[in-house]
């Protein structure tokens, strides 16, 4: 059995655009936590369910999540257009690099999540980027 930590394939997206804001105080303390783990680029697994992150979330409700089908297509946009695979293992930083490679750095990202409630700070995050 792999070793890795699950990652939902939208969460590298997510990633990118955080900023210490979330759920709750909780969640955002936990995401951040996350966030600095994987710098040390450790194997993950690129999932299409609850992840590392979501165990905080309080969407989550009894291992499942309340916005399961809107994530989940998430999840599948963003391992169809970096050529992924459900349940692949690869490292954080090469995870990273295709997502901005395919989605970020060709401004797909609202194609994938334009109705995330997030939306407005990944937009300005992205629009700072420009500058």
């Given at each position: 059995?792999?070793?890795?930590?699950?990652?939902?394939?939208?969460?590298?997206?997510?990633?990118?655009?955080?900023?210490?804001?979330?759920?709750?105080?909780?969640?955002?303390?936990?995401?951040?936590?996350?966030?600095?783990?994987?710098?040390?680029?450790?194997?993950?697994?690129?999932?299409?369910?609850?992840?590392?992150?979501?165990?905080?979330?309080?969407?989550?409700?009894?291992?499942?999540?309340?916005?399961?089908?809107?994530?989940?297509?998430?999840?599948?946009?963003?391992?169809?257009r970096c050529n992924?695979?459900?349940?692949?293992?690869?490292?954080?930083?090469?995870?990273?690099?295709?997502?901005?490679?395919?989605?970020?750095?060709?401004?797909?990202?609202?194609?994938?999540?334009?109705?995330?409630?997030w939306e407005e700070?990944?937009?300005?995050?992205?629009?700072q980027g420009k500058?």
């Amino acid at each position: 059995m792999s070793k890795n930590k699950r990652l939902r394939a939208h969460h590298g997206m997510c990633l990118s655009f955080f900023e210490g804001k979330g759920y709750s105080d909780t969640f955002t303390r936990h995401m951040g936590q996350v966030q600095k783990m994987l710098e040390a680029n450790p194997g993950i697994t690129v999932a299409a369910q609850s992840d590392m992150i979501c165990e905080k979330c309080p969407n989550l409700k009894e291992g499942q999540c309340l916005s399961a089908g809107k994530v989940r297509s998430y999840d599948k946009e963003v391992l169809a257009r970096c050529n992924l695979q459900e349940n692949q293992e690869i490292s954080w930083k090469e995870f990273h690099r295709l997502v901005e490679e395919n989605i970020l750095s060709k401004g797909k990202r609202k194609e994938i999540c334009r109705d995330c409630q997030w939306e407005e700070i990944c937009s300005r995050r992205e629009n700072q980027g420009k500058k």
